[in-house]
């Protein structure tokens, strides 16, 4: 089977359920399990708020493992309220998973592969991420100008009683707009989106606290269906590379050493003082490019992490 029949099962109606956002398709999911007040779930301590935030509103206790330098993990804790590991494939490179895997499996606790950064990529021996543990949860709406789309993934033997819903809502006219933009970008290679995003900047804030559970609208669901994924695994390869030469050049610190073969970035990822950040920004400006840190920590993280986890930046290789 070539790379793109595996990615069929995105559009899966009896195995995915597709959502506006990430950290919804994580909460249904999660609900769906089960697992709720008074319950525990293990998480990585370098993670971004929204996930922390919508766990902690089902009532579930975090317990956080530590994330090295090399973004490897430390180990598990043993606790039999814990009935969910999550581990994440960072910026799209794939996670050491075997590890995670045999912890589970010793102790009957689910393992969910938060693949919100790995859309498209897959292991080196050739596992597409997002399905190597029970479930998999994917953020599209991060790749491509969509402003919505996630859904998670039923990776094993788990019958779910949630239903494969799609909303008859429509987009207003602003979505239309840019994806029209989009195509016409893609056919052109004119960096016409990030001249509009300049004058017409998305209002973030409107989407990232809605919070509530709703399922993606047909238009979205469909305009993902029909992207050209392979274009778009060569055009984000080809971005990593130049990014990759051309900000070490100006001091950039690569988090990781080399991009698997066959993982598709989400952005390049690297490690830089505030000194330096203004000659990067150029860099990615030029290219049409947003650079920002990553992750916005959960509070009770900041307090005590290590230096590193705040010297994290992403060039973020959306359109
Ligand atoms: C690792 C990770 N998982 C999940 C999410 C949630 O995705 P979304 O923003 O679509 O809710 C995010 C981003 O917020 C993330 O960085």
Redesign the pocket.
């Known amino acids: 089977m070539n790379d793109l029949a595996n990615y069929d099962v995105y559009f899966n109606e009896e195995l995915t359920r597709h959502f506006k ?4 398709a ?1 909460s249904s999911l999660l609900s769906q399990l089960n697992i709720g007040i008074g319950d525990k779930i293990l998480l990585p301590s370098l ?2 708020r ?2 922390t935030q919508i766990i902690q509103k089902l009532g579930i206790n975090i317990i956080y493992y530590n994330v090295d330098k090399q973004f490897r993990y430390g180990e598990f804790e043993q606790d039999s309220k814990i009935k969910a590991l999550l581990v ?1 494939n ?1 910026f799209g490179y794939p996670c050491e998973i075997i590890k995670a895997k045999e912890y589970c499996l010793k102790n009957s606790i689910i393992l969910i592969e ?1 693949n ?2 790995g859309l498209l990529g897959f292991d080196s021996d050739g596992n597409l991420l997002g399905t190597r543990g029970d479930f998999g ?1 994917f ?1 599209y ?2 790749f491509f100008p969509l402003s919505q789309g ?1 859904f998670y993934i039923n990776n094993s033997n788990c019958v779910l009683t949630d239903k494969f819903n799609i909303s008859n809502k429509t987009p207003n006219i602003t979505f239309y707009i840019k994806w029209a933009l989009y195509v016409f970008q893609n056919k052109t290679r004119l960096n016409i989106l990030s001249y509009i995003r300049k004058y017409m900047p998305e209002k973030k804030e409107a989407i ?1 606290n809605d919070n509530s559970i709703s399922s993606i609208d047909i238009i979205r669901y469909f305009c993902f269906k029909k992207i050209d994924f392979a274009k778009e695994v060569r055009r984000r390869k080809l971005l990593y590379k130049s990014l990759e030469i051309n900000a070490t050049k100006y001091g950039a610190l690569k988090i990781f050493s080399k991009l698997p073969d066959k993982a598709v970035p989400y952005c390049f990822p690297f490690y830089c003082d505030d000194e330096i950040i203004l000659k990067i920004r150029e860099l990615a400006t030029k290219n049409g490019l947003k650079v920002y840190r ?2 916005d920590l959960p509070d009770e993280i900041i307090q005590n992490c290590p230096e590193f986890y705040q010297k994290i930046w992403i060039i973020n290789l959306s359109a």
Do not use: F, M, T
């Open positions: 956002l990430g950290r919804s994580l993670i971004c929204e996930v994440v960072y938060d919100a950064h949860i953020s709406r991060k996630a990232d990553w992750p």
